[in-house]
């Protein structure tokens, strides 16, 4: 039953369950918040981004790019955007701001892309003006393409110093993901332009591809950089248990499918090892599967009790995790909005300090968490 209702999320042919009234007070540890509604009437939502200006950008996965501004969802999409495969887990996917944006304008786009030989991950670079995009060109694409609609990743992330990082998934084709010359399975880095930073762990190393900076990933679809270190942390989706929170390390091998904590759908063992010499070990293992999406660390004032904490959605577990740390270390979780909100794909802290989250159904939202 839990895999047939992550595939159901995943492809949003389920519809959200009831949601409970906005305004309720709600308990989490040292804490009380409410949920309060935004906008209930989004196609598959998947990621948010904050503009410069306190509207906010919402992707759609069936290919759309959504802009919410005074208080409303526009009724038109941005537009602008490129062909998009959306079919299965494939669509629009994420969206995220260059570091400069309220310079240059330029923003970033993940989605699965059709091709000679299947489909694909996709990063496109474009431009955000008048709410068009402008110029829009791919400049990543996690090759060989493949048929199927299972296992796109894909986040994307800048670190301090103004580089790029972009998850795909393996497209339900484990050893991909061990694979140094297939792109599938990986976490990417790049400068802002698409070109290869000379420093990455494998360039100039036959038959590795020179954007990858760690591999053996399944399904990452949480990525976002510690507050305090600096070091990107990624979550991903194992398969029947499994589920994982890394920190990333150059050239790191993250074990999938040599070891994992997660058996097949089917029951059969996929790997007898859950670690391996080598091989990075998660800060977090899940068994069973929460199928973890969207991740941010809370850095806001407004909730003092959650500060440090790292958040991320709970598809198959209608919940938002809250990740206690110190530090690096993980201490405990709680799980918040329980049953609440169906599918939460994503979660980011707002430039207000507060938290937004989107549900990934038919009938998705977006909404705000904020003290009670």
């Not at 537009?79 to 400069?100: K, N, S, T």
Request: contains cysteine.
């Amino acid at each position: 039953m839990q895999r047939r209702r992550f595939i159901l999320a995943a492809t949003g042919t389920l519809a959200a369950p009831a949601i409970g009234r906005a305004q309720e007070t709600l308990r989490s540890a040292g804490t009380s918040y409410r949920l309060v509604t935004l906008a209930r009437d989004l196609e598959q939502p998947w990621s948010i981004a904050f503009l410069p200006d306190g509207r906010l950008l919402v992707t759609e996965r069936p290919g759309r790019l959504r802009l919410f501004a005074d208080g409303r969802l526009q009724r038109a999409p941005v537009g602008g955007l490129p062909r998009i495969y959306a079919r299965g887990q494939g669509g629009l996917l994420d969206v995220c701001l260059h570091p400069d944006f309220a310079r240059n304008r330029v923003l970033y786009l993940s989605y699965s892309a059709e091709g000679s030989g299947g489909a694909a991950t996709v990063l496109a670079r474009a431009e955000f003006r008048d709410n068009s995009l402008r110029g829009l060109r791919p400049i990543f694409e996690a090759l060989p393409r493949t048929s199927g609609g299972l296992h796109f990743g894909s986040r994307i992330a800048f670190d301090r110093a103004g580089l790029m990082y972009v998850t795909t998934g393996e497209r339900y084709q484990m050893q991909r993901a061990q694979d140094l010359g297939d792109l599938g399975g990986k976490v990417i880095r790049l400068r802002d332009d698409g070109s290869v930073p000379p420093d990455n762990p494998f360039v100039g190393r036959a038959g590795a591809r020179p954007e990858i900076f760690s591999y053996g990933h399944r399904n990452p679809q949480g990525l976002a950089l510690h507050p305090g270190t600096g070091r990107l942390w990624e979550a991903e989706h194992g398969p029947r248990g499994g589920d994982e929170l890394n920190i990333l390390k150059a050239g790191a091998n993250y074990g999938w499918p040599r070891a994992t904590h997660g058996i097949d759908y089917s029951g059969a063992v996929i790997s007898p090892n859950k670690s391996l010499p080598g091989m990075e070990d998660p800060v977090r293992v899940w068994v069973p599967s929460i199928s973890p999406s969207g991740l941010c660390f809370y850095t806001g004032d407004r909730f003092p009790a959650w500060k440090g904490s790292a958040f991320m959605g709970a598809l198959s577990n209608f919940a938002l995790f809250r990740v206690e740390l110190e530090g690096e270390r993980y201490v405990g979780e709680e799980r918040l909005l329980v049953d609440r909100l169906p599918y939460i794909r994503d979660v980011r802290q707002g430039p207000d300090g507060l938290l937004y989250v989107v549900t990934h159904s038919d009938d998705g939202g977006l909404y705000r968490i904020e003290p009670a």
